[in-house]
């Protein structure tokens, strides 16, 4: 009876990862679509209070464009042309271009207040 549901499990197996590698796929053709926008994700270290993360962010002399819904997460965007290796080496542990129509993005509902 065990074997025949680790059976069952397995032959969802090749679905889920076709499910992963098209998601993963999405996500990345839709941070790579555009013009530079000069606004990047970035993540601080999981457990960062918003005020770590924007402090990170301008330590980078950035500028904060939209919170996240995590705390860690913001978007930020500067014109320095080596900004995402400023904010790595302010402590981001993730900072990737975005593109400046992503997602729920509005540039009416630019905060910059920094």
């Keep these: 009876m065990q074997q025949g549901r680790k059976g069952a499990w397995t032959a969802y197996l090749p679905a889920l ?9 999405l996500g990345l053709a839709s941070l790579m679509d555009g013009p ?10 999981p457990g960062s209070s918003r005020a770590d993360t ?27 042309p080596d900004f995402p290796a400023a904010l790595r080496k302010a402590g981001a542990w993730l900072a990737v271009a975005a593109p400046a129509r992503g997602g729920c993005f509005d540039s009416s509902s630019q905060e910059q207040t920094l």
């Design 17 to 25: 990862l076709l499910l992963g590698v098209g998601l993963a796929g």
């Design 54 to 80: 924007i402090n990170l962010v301008r330590a980078a002399d950035g500028r904060l464009v939209q919170a996240g819904r995590f705390s860690n997460i913001v978007i930020a965007g500067s014109t320095r």
């Design 36 to 45: 530079d926008s000069g606004w990047y994700l970035v993540m601080a270290a």
